[in-house]
């Protein structure tokens, strides 16, 4: 049985398009079935737009069954994400998920079939990537996929028993903290991943991946990443409401023809890890300083300082 596909949609109507008609371009899109949910208005500003996703997402066709859920009230993407993705998984077993941003090769759905039929059983895989970073795979590599140590929220998929182990309100946050070992370990997926952890802890940010990583660097599993990338992030371009403006992750988008091999004893390639992580790192040198400051407790106390200058020039 195929996965089912969930895309998530909101106000943005012209990557909405894109996103359905590579999907639609997929070998197996015919004998799939897609989920679209649809996230209501924030406020009067995205009422036109959403309004006009919605209109499209009725004329899709070009999958085996097409079921939309349109929120009555704004949930955010974290919301919609956990919520949308339980309802489905919990019925089928498994998904694919993808947002409408994210362009897939034409052989999307099949990477990620066989990817979950492949690693169904084997409980160190967390979930399965169709992206891959824009870094430099070794030519010595011969492998199709790799192993990190970091989930990824751009076309991904991953089965009922993993998913149901995520523990949102992450509940042992507070030991975390006390635990300068346990954040380098996080932080092997990316030096900003214990931060992200933090904001959204103390209500900064509303992510829902960030929790999704932080469970599966609890039960110590891995996450599977194609060598060449089935999925290209078109959103990144302002329009998002969690993303920036910035080309740093663009991609080439795997041309298709190739069939990807799944091995069941891949190990840790820490050549790949690191140049994975490097990713992550601050790139800006006015940004490298800040991470330093921050990391010596500096940045805290220029902070308070300056608010203290500002509000004294206020009065």
């Given at each position: 049985?195929?996965a089912?596909?969930?895309?998530?949609?909101?106000?943005?109507?012209?990557?909405?398009?894109?996103?359905?008609e590579a999907?639609k371009?997929n070998?197996?899109?015919?004998?799939?079935?897609l989920?679209?949910?649809?996230?209501?208005?924030?406020?009067?500003n995205?009422?036109?737009?959403?309004?006009?996703?919605?209109k499209?997402?009725?004329s899709?066709?070009?999958?085996?069954?097409?079921?939309?859920?349109?929120?009555e009230?704004?949930?955010g993407?974290?919301?919609?994400v956990i919520?949308?993705v339980?309802?489905?998984?919990?019925?089928?077993?498994?998904?694919?998920?993808?947002e409408?941003?994210?362009?897939?090769?034409?052989?999307?759905?099949?990477?990620?079939?066989k990817?979950?039929?492949?690693?169904?059983n084997n409980?160190k895989?967390?979930?399965?990537?169709g992206?891959n970073?824009?870094?430099?795979?070794?030519?010595?590599?011969?492998?199709d996929?790799?192993?990190?140590?970091?989930?990824?929220?751009?076309g991904w998929?991953?089965?009922?028993?993993?998913w149901?182990?995520?523990?949102?309100?992450?509940?042992?946050?507070?030991?975390?903290?006390?635990?300068k070992e346990?954040q380098k370990?996080?932080?092997?997926?990316?030096?900003?991943?214990t931060?992200?952890?933090k904001?959204?802890?103390?209500?900064?940010i509303?992510?829902?991946?960030?929790?999704w990583?932080y469970?599966?660097?609890?039960?110590?599993?891995?996450?599977?990443?194609?060598?060449?990338s089935k999925?290209?992030?078109?959103?990144?371009?302002?329009?998002g409401?969690?993303?920036?403006d910035?080309?740093?992750?663009?991609?080439?988008?795997?041309?298709?023809f190739s069939?990807?091999?799944?091995?069941?004893?891949?190990?840790e390639?820490?050549?790949?890890l690191?140049?994975?992580?490097?990713h992550?790192?601050?790139r800006?040198?006015?940004a490298?300083?800040g991470?330093v400051l921050?990391?010596f407790?500096?940045?805290?106390?220029i902070?308070?300082?300056?608010s203290?200058?500002?509000?004294?020039?206020?009065?």
């Open positions: 049985m195929l089912p596909i969930v895309l998530f949609v909101y106000n943005r109507p012209t990557h909405t398009k894109k996103t359905v999907l371009q070998k197996l899109a015919k004998e799939s079935q989920f679209i949910f649809s996230d209501a208005p924030k406020n009067e995205s009422i036109e737009s959403v309004e006009e996703v919605r499209y997402i009725k899709i066709n070009g999958f085996e069954n097409i079921i939309i859920r349109e929120a009230k704004n949930k993407l974290a919301t919609s919520s949308g339980t309802e489905v998984i919990k019925e089928y077993g498994k998904v694919i998920v993808l409408d941003d994210l362009v897939t090769s034409v052989n999307f759905l099949e990477y990620m079939n990817a979950l039929c492949f690693y169904e409980q895989i967390w979930s399965i990537s992206y970073l824009p870094i430099e795979i070794p030519k010595a590599y011969n492998k996929v790799y192993l990190s140590y970091r989930a990824c929220s751009w998929a991953t089965w009922k028993d993993r149901d182990k995520n523990d949102w309100t992450v509940s042992n946050y507070d030991d975390f903290l006390k635990s346990q370990l996080f932080n092997r997926g990316g030096s900003d991943m931060d992200m952890l904001s959204q802890m103390e209500g900064k509303d992510s829902w991946a960030i929790r990583c469970s599966q660097f609890k039960d110590n599993s891995y996450t599977i990443y194609p060598v060449k999925i290209q992030n078109i959103g990144n371009d302002g329009s409401v969690h993303c920036g910035t080309n740093i992750n663009y991609v080439e988008l795997d041309n298709g069939r990807t091999s799944f091995i069941d004893n891949l190990e390639k820490q050549i790949i690191k140049r994975f992580k490097k992550y790192e601050p800006t040198f006015k490298k300083i991470k921050k990391h407790g500096v940045y805290y106390i902070k308070e300082i300056y203290y200058l500002r509000r004294k020039n206020e009065k």
